[in-house]
């Protein structure tokens, strides 16, 4: 059963830093790209970054600046950090990451994870 788990989300002042966590079931060479999302209220699913198996990142504008994408492989399995830095008001949403994965038997499908609230607050 393939899972993927965030967490890391909480309170935090604008200004602050949170760094989250997708931890996967995946191997990592079954990685083509990890995608973090987020959802604020009344707001639509924003794509915020992006990073294949092999390291490679792209942003959203809104977040270039300020948010970091890293991936590890942890016994094998791929775990994908967000670092999030100078958080705004703005940034308060639900966070969710979501895996591209292809198997060796060319099987390709879409997982996703749960969700971690972060909610930027003075």
């Known amino acids: 059963q393939v899972q993927l788990v965030e967490s890391g989300g909480g309170l935090v002042q604008p200004g602050g830093s949170l760094r989250l966590t997708c931890a996967t079931s995946?191997?990592?060479?079954?990685?083509?790209?990890i995608n973090w999302y987020r959802q604020g209220p009344g707001n639509q699913h924003e794509l915020l970054a992006t990073i294949t198996q092999s390291g490679a990142t792209t942003y959203a504008d809104s977040v270039k600046d300020r948010f970091i994408i890293t991936i590890s492989r942890d016994n094998g399995k791929a775990t994908v950090y967000l670092q999030m830095n100078s958080l705004k008001l703005e940034d308060t949403a639900v966070y969710s990451c979501?895996?591209?994965?292809?198997?060796?038997?060319?099987?390709?499908?879409?997982?996703w994870g749960q969700g971690t609230q972060v909610t930027v607050s003075s």
């Open positions: 995946v191997s990592i060479f079954n990685i083509v790209t």
């Open positions: 979501n895996a591209d994965i292809r198997e060796p038997t060319g099987r390709r499908y879409i997982k």
